[in-house]
């Protein structure tokens, strides 16, 4: 947090550094934290498009390789369905990335609007939002997305392995 702090905040502004001929302080800084809280939305927004694009994806191959495999899937040369695998795999590995790069973004984006609300009247989302959720922490109360989602890459990849197996040894 102490690096947050240096990191966030010019030295050479101070709220005295402010006359009441200019804007005051706290409308300068309540304006960036209203940034801060929009660009942490926009990942968000982001994010969720990611996800689509990957779950769109997925689905459209996968249908297209059990459509094309046609009535005697055994016949399918295990190379092929080998290839189509490392590709599926491949793609749900940069969408698993993805999603946890996105969560390592939107983390960082919390701590800076945290440390906003620090000088501000009230601690809208790092505190009171927060610890209303329960802090992540019961399931029965609220379970932050990006958990959630971290486990859809893998469950394809497992569907794939097994539909792998089932079409590599099909009669």
Known sequence: ????HHSLWNADVAPDSYTPA????LGVLFEQYKLCVETADRVSARRGAANTFFLSLNSAIATAMVGGLGPRPGRVSVWLLLAGL??????CAAWYLM?????QLNTAKWAVIGAFEKRLPAYAYSRAEWT???EGEDWRRYVPLTRLEQWVPPLFVAAYLVGFLALAWAP
């Open 1 to 4: 947090m102490a690096d947050l």
């Open 22 to 25: 200019n804007t005051p302080y």
């Open 86 to 91: 490392l590709i599926l795999v491949g793609q």
């Open 99 to 103: 999603v946890r790069s996105y969560r």
């Open 132 to 134: 209303e959720l329960g």
